[in-house]
Structure formats: C-alpha cells, structure tokens
C-alpha cells in the first residue's frame, strides 16, 4: 500500500533521512517510532507532498510521487501534529472548508459532515467556534476533517501529543476503529505505549536510519522477553532473558533485590541505540 525504497533527504549538509526503506501492507496500523528529531515528520512531510525528497521513491496505492501527486493527494488524508484548524470557524464550517477544497458536491458533503462530526462524537458541538474546543476535541475535529473525502491511507503525526491519558485512549480508541474499517493507517509517535497499542508493525527509527522493523511482540521477544532490573553502585543495570523461569534463576544468584518484567519497545530501542525513546 506505501512503499518507501532508499528515500533520503537532506537539509543542506545534514542527512535527516538516511535510505530509509519500508513496505506497509493494506490495512496496517503501521508505526514509526522513534525520538525527537529522529526523521519522523519529515518521512510524513514527503509521503504527504509538503516536501520532495532528495532521493528514493516512494509508492502509495500503486501511484508514484511526483508523478501522480494529484491522484495520491485524494488517496491521502492527514492529520498533522499541530493544529491547523480555524479557530474562528465552527466545527462544521473546517469541515465545509476542507470539502470544498475537495471538490465534494454539496450533498455529500453535508452527508459526510453529519456523519462524521458523529463519528468523532462532536456532533453536539458541530455550531461552536473551534476556538473553543480542547486540545482533545481538536485532535478528533482534524481526524474527521481528514476521513472527509473518504481517503484509503491516513497519515497521523504524533496524533497523542500533549494529551492527557484519559484522551490519548479514547483517540486509540478511534484509530483502531477506523483501522477495523479498512483505513490503512501510518501514524509517527514517540510514545512507546501508543506504539504497542496501535500498531500491528512498527519502524524504530533514529537520526534517520531503520534500526528494526516488525511487530512489537516479535521487537520484545528478539532482546528478551523477560528484563531483569537491580540496582548496582547507584546505577539501575538490567538484562534480558527469554524466559521468566530464566529472569527467576538469574535473580537467585543475586545478592540483592531485583525485579521482573516484560521487555517493551524502549527496552528494544535502548538495546538497539544505548539511547532512550523518550527524553
Ligand atoms: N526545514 C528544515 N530545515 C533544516 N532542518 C530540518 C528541517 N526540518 C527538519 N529538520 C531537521 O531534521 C531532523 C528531523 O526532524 P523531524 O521533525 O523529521 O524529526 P521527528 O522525528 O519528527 O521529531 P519531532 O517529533 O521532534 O518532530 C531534525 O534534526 C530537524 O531539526
């Protein structure tokens, strides 16, 4: 469904994207994860024509960028990481505006608008000024205003970010929704919760490069499974087994308190870079 081969971009001297190839299937909820400044956006940027790449390819629904921009542009929706609604505007009026833009005829627009002000449970608040809305109704306005022209592919920068718990769920909640629907979905996040949740594969990248690329049960299970975490000199050490019997037997030969956990996608990437997701 996306195909990326080689893709590289450049800013100048610096190589922000790094030969970066990926293969996402029809209907993933497919993830790319990794720190601030690690590529994220601008992998985004390029499959979503707001940027042209210094070279690679890039495939989206069988349509090649640059050449088939305008068909893959109504392929698309996007959902950027900052909010770029009209705040003045009511709910229903952003979403008039978009579908205008997209040459939507009158009555399927107001169709798909009701509906999908449903959808995002914003019904109740399609005549109010965005202005007004939180950052979690906005986040649910931009989703809806991107399903609009019924796209096949959705594309959402860091959709959770500065989002307390409680919305960051229920914004889950309507990603896998729309992914049950047959959307395929690309989504970029630096939360390792929101990668494990989502995605049926995820890309950890860094400082532009693929550093791995599969589920995240297949990710845990390539360090370990099981980490086993103590405290030594002051500093926290751990080590990864494959089993918990492993983690249980190697804690019984230590001579102080430990514990043990499941791995997670940070423990994969920290193994994998020596860094930390997440600041
Ligand atoms: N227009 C630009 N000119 C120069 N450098 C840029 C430009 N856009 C991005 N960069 C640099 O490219 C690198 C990757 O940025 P990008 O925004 O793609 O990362 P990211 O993984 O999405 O991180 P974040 O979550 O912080 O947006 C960063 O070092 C950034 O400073």
Redesign the pocket.
Known sequence: MIELKELVKR?GD?T?IDRLTITIQRGETFGLL?P???????TIRILTMLTKATAGSVRIAGFTLPEDEQKIKSLIGVVP?FFNLDNELTAEENLELHGRLHHMDKAERRQRITSLLEYVELDDRAKDPVGKFSGGMKRRLMIARALLHRPQVLFLD?PTVGLDPQVRRRLWDLIRRMNEEGITVLL?T?YIEEAEHLCSRVAIVDKGKLIALDSPKELCHRVGQFVVEWTEADALRTQFFASREAAAQFVGNLSCVAAIRHSNLEDVFVELTGRKVTG
């Open positions: 800013f610096r922000v990794g601030n400044g690690a590529g994220k956006t601008t990481q860091e970029t630096h």
